[in-house]
């Protein structure tokens, strides 16, 4: 097969999805006739028709309410947001109504949550954001942020076949920049588990998404001057992988953190606690964190460069960690 | 300049229609009672809510509600839920926060919900959150060809919300079968509705979504009944969300702590001479549906059934602590098995029955009762405004209901019930 792309993975996953299951159904801003802003659904009105390929309002709270409503009555639908960046309009809807159900009145709602997430695009500080954070405190999601096509494909189709909410993070800087041939048959992949990306013997490098291609170049480069990274790419942030995170550090005795989100309340310090109760002895230096600035993201191409981790910035880091 | 409709003229209702409203808001209102007894006596873990004075409301809407439909209430709709089949203990056992109630503890008040036998979708506190879950609801069940309609609360505070807006605007663009009942009980906590609204009425809101509307008196049980029946009815057979705004009175405070002082003594005094409950009962035996004798079995009933109710909520255990962290994911097929209830053919959701041509314009999506009226001194341009008027006239012609659900984006738009010429002074 053809290699594709990010998009088109995603574009397969929900047409495969849709073709083998009536109750699966996509909702949101201009999917239909347009195909979606980035044409990630691109010929599904066409085959699925307007009662499963359905235009909405702008109307997050909307959106989410009414996938969660159609989801009570045995449907899977898939909500879409036209840029993750307008996931805080539903925010109240997803928090307290989707996330809380189970728990409370025992009532699943088996909706996913999809759209194009992240920076590096210059689009500014309302179309580049990683919302994952906001809602990794919120017990009742999963959380998944996937890196190539294979995998994105793969784990959205585990997130539409899950019982649960499911938060689907598409980076897209990747959706047309990285292309990968996979598998022709009905290849799905568990959420919750990580992947070991390159194996190594001096440090564990921990990312996911955009950042994890950063990460694997400065492997390459860390390489070069003899240190041997082991690059994990996490997949999925809630469930977290513990296991494959911890088998690494006990390994390397180093940790090092590389998200894009911004640093202050990142995924970093979540681990950094983690390791701390499950593996302090086995660490022989600081968990160290590379992350976006705390800021907003910025418009100019010289700032956003500014604010975001890249391979240089992962490589220095690395060494310094290196040298304990 | 009203543009709500008038409610139908209240049809006779069966003798046993007659009885039932009258033993649900007694019912109701001594499930009140009985849990203000328990709060005073400490056994309320946190708030009570009241409706007193607004039980024709939560009844009469509620009845109007077939088996298969679904409904979501608010904290204080106690009577819809009777009449959808709770039985009181759950209302009791939740309240006190017991093992035994429907959310095991993890809530309380009326904040439970059933999805699979008697349709309720569990309140939140957030108000407006559950029109557009509601309007999920309704679309899901045309998706499945269930002909269900879903009706759905809010209150004159929570009608303020932007996702009140939000939902109503997709109800009305999807033609979904739902149907709000606005409770305008003149007070949002401590703020009266004067000071949050600038109209008078507030079902004339429902002009701007396109949609129908009623105003009903929310003290008359068999007013407030006939309207929301033929709302049901009217929603069901595809003509979109509509609106009741029923006009009462809140009697109590916003919850047992609040004691309200801030309400007017003239208006509570008005509203306290129109209690639902008296009202109808006074009609009750004047029309000679209810006597001394048959007032009594349904009070002796009512005790019997709110006393066994009682105990076994107050003899329930509070849920083990260890269930605390349990329960916050679904854990696959066997903790639920989500399979929908397919009323109609699955293959036309399939390939090839499934595939369409997509276009931009589709006639009658989303067109409504007010802009069906042709009026517009500027046109969208997506069709000659000759032809336009020419429809607007034939709609008016038409006085048929539409004969069922047509999907969202239906080829032809159904005929409007209300769609009239335009009159001098208003629609």
Known sequence: MAPITFLEAIRQAMFEEMAADPRVVLIGEDVGVYGGAFKTSEGLLEKFGWERVIDTPISESAIIGAACGMSYLGLRPIAEMQFIDFIACCFNQLTNFVAKGHYLWNAPAPIVVRGPSGGGVHGGPFHSLNPEMYFLHTPGFKIVYPSTPYDAKGLLKSSIRDNNPVLFFEHKFLYRRIKEEIPSDDYTLPLGKAIVRREGKHLTILSYAAMMHTSLEAADALAKEGIEAEVIDLRTLLPLDEETILASVKKTNKCLVVHEDTKTGGIAGEISAILFEKAFHDLDGPLVRVASLDTPVPYAPTLEEAFLPNAQKVFVAAKDLARF | ?427
């Open chain 2, 1 to 427: 300049m009203p543009v709500s409709e008038t409610p139908a003229k209240p049809k006779k209702l069966s003798h046993q229609q007659y009885l039932d409203l009258y033993y649900y808001m007694r019912l109701n209102r001594e499930v009140e009672d009985a849990m203000t007894r328990l709060f005073r006596q400490n056994k309320i873990v946190g708030g009570l809510y009241a409706s007193l004075g607004q039980e024709a409301i939560s009844v009469g809407t509620a009845y109007a509600l077939e088996r298969r439909d679904w409904m979501a209430p608010m904290i204080r709709n106690i009577g819809a839920l009777l009449v959808k089949g709770v039985p009181p203990r759950d209302i009791f056992t939740q309240h006190m926060a017991k093992y035994t109630s429907p959310t095991k503890g993890k809530d309380g008040t009326s904040h439970f919900g059933d999805l699979d036998n008697l349709h309720i979708v569990s309140p939140i506190s957030m108000l407006g959150d559950l029109i557009p879950v509601m309007t999920g609801v309704a679309m899901a069940g045309r998706y499945l060809g269930q002909k269900i309609v879903a009706m759905t609360w809010i209150g004159d505070g929570g009608s303020s919300t932007g996702v009140f807006h939000e939902g109503l605007n997709l109800a009305a663009s999807q033609k979904a079968a739902l149907v709000l009942i606005l409770e305008n009980n003149l007070w949002a906590y401590s703020t009266p509705v004067r000071r949050q609204v600038p109209i008078e009425n507030l079902a004339d809101r429902a002009k701007a979504y396109g949609i129908s509307s009623y105003i009903v008196d929310g003290n008359d049980v068999v007013a407030v009944y006939t309207t929301a029946k033929e709302a049901v009815e009217r929603a069901r057979a595809g003509e979109g969300p509509i609106l009741i705004e029923a006009k009462t009175f809140r009697r109590r405070g916003h919850a047992q702590h609040d004691p309200a002082e801030y309400v007017p003594k003239d208006q509570r005094a008005y509203w306290e001479k129109r209690d639902p409950i008296i009202v109808y009962e006074k009609f009750l035996i004047d029309e000679k549906l209810l006597d001394g004798k048959g007032k009594k079995e349904i009070e002796d009933k009512i005790v019997a059934l709110l006393e066994k109710d009682r105990e076994f909520a107050e003899n329930s255990p509070m849920p083990p602590p260890e269930t605390a962290n349990q329960g916050v994911y679904c854990t696959g097929p066997e903790c639920h098995d989500l399979q929908p209830k397919w009323e109609r053919p699955v293959d036309e959701l399939l390939p090839p029955k499934s595939c369409v041509d997509p276009v931009w314009i589709i006639e009658g999506f989303g067109r409504g009762v007010s802009s069906a009226g042709g009026n517009a001194p500027i046109h969208f341009g997506d069709v000659p405004p000759a032809v336009a008027a020419e429809k607007a006239a034939a709609s008016a012609r038409a006085k048929s209901l539409a004969k069922s659900a047509p999907p969202p984006p239906a080829k032809k738009a159904a005929p409007k019930k209300s769609a009239k010429p335009a009159k001098k002074g208003g629609r």
